[in-house]
């Protein structure tokens, strides 16, 4: 008898061990009979067998196997002595104390009805590691055959001999544990994971993944699938990795009588440090083909130890029955959990779907106070806020003059305080990004002058890259890159790459069709090097934003020299480059501004104005607000709202409230006008709740400073800025 899951894995695996097309969905993979029954079942088929055929034989469609129930239940309904479980981000995991029994299992309960192992196969691992040293390895498994164990082997004359392996012999000295010859193990360093085979001659081998950082506190879910001619390593549902190696997998690693340790190689050194959810070997399949793409990537899964889903652990302590942290999503793996989140001051359970409120000091937005009014040297085009370490809050303002130029501010008890200026051309936007634990910010230079008419086809921009100098404690040059009237940059990780994206304007008075460009940060120059154009007109924004496994990145298109009438471009990352995924038709967009209310995920871009040739600006039009249909895969129309002039849209959340402001920055007659505070209320949408006079608007940003909240607006038009104190009851 086979359980649930079992039986829907062994459908979707052909005889071939290829996959069937009816792909068993993931809520119905969990477990509803003991593994440990299972095991004993199989292994009774085992002995019965192999007492029959006295030979061996290669494995081919055995069950597939899951270590961690093995391993929870191998002392019957008892907690195992040396296995705790442990919560994190409100997600259940076995941690190891030792690396002896019973964190070790005979390797029988891998093959089944064989002797040999898989020739193609997948091993899943979800895990969570918090830090791991420099040179240091841990193992997630290891099978160890013992020192002296007498194999069975077959040489080239047919004949079968007992061959009893010893530790000694120069060409075996790269293979040996203290407790035995390694003959197939899985660990990770800091940037790496290794998969360990026997090789010829009891030689250890292996196959190394770069660039892989397992050690950075964040649930991961591996996938390795081991095929014929190729390996493959997929991460949290990601672009998969693949290794072509010059030799196949070997098809005589016999383990019979060898050890499965998980989490160890049978010793402390190289002992398993985090938490592991889940450990799986499904032979024949690439099972990543089924798990991915997944709502939740990072624990993406085939099967889960009932043990990790029972809150009614027999070790839980205060800190597994509740977890504490900022935003964690409530699906059935955390069903019946407790959450307490301490932005929010309240106490949530998880009914397998949603945060149920048990207790919750709401937090709701009462007026709008007006805080501090900084004066500034010129008319202010954007401010990016931003915290550096030892420093607290600093603010980066976009001066339309080019002396003294631009500035940075330092938040203080009595608001922001000037700390440094910084040299920029009628600088229009900053932006603030990290490349590992060096701090940057760049500034898109216009190349205008202040007092410029015109701006001359001839001239050449160039923005500028400033890295924060610990020393110093000041922004210092880093890099020039040439723009063309850049009006934003754009800083985003893919698979552990940084990226910069510029939104070239135009070229001249004339030429807006043009292309803007990527740049990745160089490892080896140490420096940002162009990766890919992409052809955009009169670009004024771009914004990214990830949903699940994949990465999408809009252009804000605002005039291609004849109208404001264009298309802007969403575009979606395949294959290290971005692709068009939906185009969206806009009017003189001037910015977009992803959000996420629950599920849920919304665009909203800023319309600037109507102008088609020598007609009229109409500046009184709608901005539009779009959700992703998660089915469709497409962006659709949710609720139009009236702006004037619209340059800058900002989300924030205050408790379970959510809101959007919006930079109205002129109606045709007049820069003196309201920005609009937006409130969600549901099926209703947004609905305005505060009017806030602003002078030429040209952007918002919300920041919190100990425990309270605020918004800051720079003027396009006059040399001030203000920031307005959010009050709530």
């Not at 290794?194 to 250890?204: A, I």
């Not at 410029?452 to 890099?479: C, G, L, M, T």
């Not at 004849?562 to 806009?586: L, N, P």
Request: charged share 20%.
């Amino acid at each position: 008898m086979f359980n649930t899951f079992h039986q829907e894995i062994l459908s979707d695996i052909s005889p071939a061990g290829g996959l069937n097309q009816n792909l068993a969905s993931e809520e119905s993979r969990v477990p509803v009979m003991s593994p440990l029954l299972l095991v004993q079942l199989l292994l009774l088929g085992f002995e019965v067998t192999g007492a029959a055929t006295g030979s061996h034989t290669q494995c081919k469609d055995s069950a597939p196997v899951d270590f961690l129930s093995v391993l929870l239940e191998s002392n019957g309904s008892k907690p195992s002595p040396g296995l705790l479980m442990k919560q994190a981000g409100g997600v259940r995991g076995v941690h190891l104390s030792r690396p002896h029994p019973p964190s070790h299992l005979p390797s029988s309960h891998l093959l089944v009805n064989c002797d040999l192992f898989h020739k193609e196969f997948s091993i899943v691992v979800t895990l969570k590691v918090s830090h791991i040293g420099a040179k240091k390895n841990e193992y997630i498994f290891s099978i160890i055959r013992p020192k002296g164990e007498e194999q069975e082997v077959v040489t080239d004359d047919g004949m079968k001999h007992l061959n009893t392996l010893k530790r000694s012999g120069k060409r075996r000295r790269k293979n040996h544990s203290d407790r035995g010859w390694i003959m197939l193990g899985m660990r990770f360093s800091r940037k790496r994971l290794h998969f360990l085979f026997k090789g010829p001659k009891e030689s250890l081998e292996q196959w190394v993944f770069r660039g892989t950082r397992l050690a950075d506190d964040q649930w991961h879910t591996l996938v390795l699938h081991v095929g014929v001619g190729r390996v493959r390593l997929t991460v949290d549902c990601g672009s998969p990795q693949e290794i072509l190696p010059s030799k196949p997998f070997p098809s005589d690693i016999n383990i019979h009588g060898s050890t499965l340790n998980i989490g160890s190689r049978g010793r402390w050194k190289g002992l398993f440090s985090g938490l592991l959810r889940q450990v799986l070997l499904v032979p024949g399949a690439d099972v990543s083909l089924q798990m991915c793409p997944s709502a939740h990537p990072q624990l993406a899964a085939l099967v889960t130890p009932h043990h990790l889903l029972d809150s009614r652990s027999h070790q839980t302590s205060l800190e597994q029955r509740v977890s504490l942290g900022l935003d964690t999503s409530c699906t059935e793996l955390v069903k019946g959990q407790l959450w307490f989140s301490p932005t929010r001051k309240g106490l949530y359970l998880c009914d397998g779907t949603t945060w149920i409120t048990v207790l919750e000091d709401r937090k709701r937005l009462d007026y709008v106070q007006e805080h501090q009014v900084l004066t500034t040297n010129s008319e202010t085009h954007d401010v990016e806020v931003f915290q550096i370490p030892h420093m607290g809050l600093m603010a980066a303002m976009a001066h339309r003059s080019t002396s003294p130029g631009s500035a940075v501010y330092r938040w203080t008890e009595a608001g922001f305080q000037l700390y440094q200026n910084i040299s920029t051309h009628g600088a229009l936007a900053w932006r603030h990004f990290n490349v590992g634990k060096k701090m940057f910010l760049v500034v898109s230079n216009s190349g205008e002058q202040s007092d410029s008419p015109s701006h001359e086809e001839s001239e050449e921009d160039f923005s500028v890259i400033y890295k924060w100098n610990k020393r110093r404690k000041a922004f210092v040059q880093f890099q020039t890159v040439k723009t063309h009237c850049a009006r934003d940059w754009e800083a985003f990780v893919i698979n552990q790459q940084t990226y910069l994206a510029v939104a070239n304007h135009r070229i001249g008075n004339n030429n807006h069709t043009i292309d803007s460009v990527i740049y990745k940060w160089s490892k080896v120059s140490k420096s940002f090097e162009v990766h890919q154009t992409l052809q955009t007109l009169g670009a004024y924004d771009w914004e990214f934003f990830t949903v699940g496994p994949y990465h999408f990145l809009v252009v804000a298109n605002a005039f291609d020299g004849v109208t404001t009438s264009v298309d802007s471009v969403i575009y979606v990352w395949v294959d290290g480059r971005f692709q068009v995924f939906q185009t969206i038709k806009t009017f003189c967009a001037t910015d977009w501004e992803m959000f996420q209310i629950g599920q849920r995920v919304f665009l909203v871009v800023a319309n600037g104005h109507r102008l088609h040739s020598n007609r009229p600006s109409r500046y009184a039009i709608n901005s539009t607000i779009y959700e992703l249909d998660m089915i469709g895969r497409l962006f659709l129309r949710f609720q139009d709202i009236v702006t004037y002039s619209a340059v800058d849209w900002e989300f924030f959340s205050l408790g379970e409230e959510h809101f959007l402001v919006v930079a109205n920055s002129y109606n045709g007659e007049s820069y003196s006008l309201n920005s609009v505070l937006y409130r969600w209320q549901g099926y209703e949408g947004f609905v305005p709740v505060h009017w806030l006079p602003t002078i030429g608007c040209s952007d918002w940003e919300f920041f919190s400073a100990k425990g309270e909240s605020y918004l800051i607006y720079s003027s396009a038009k006059v040399p001030l800025s203000k920031v307005f104190k959010l009050k709530v009851y």
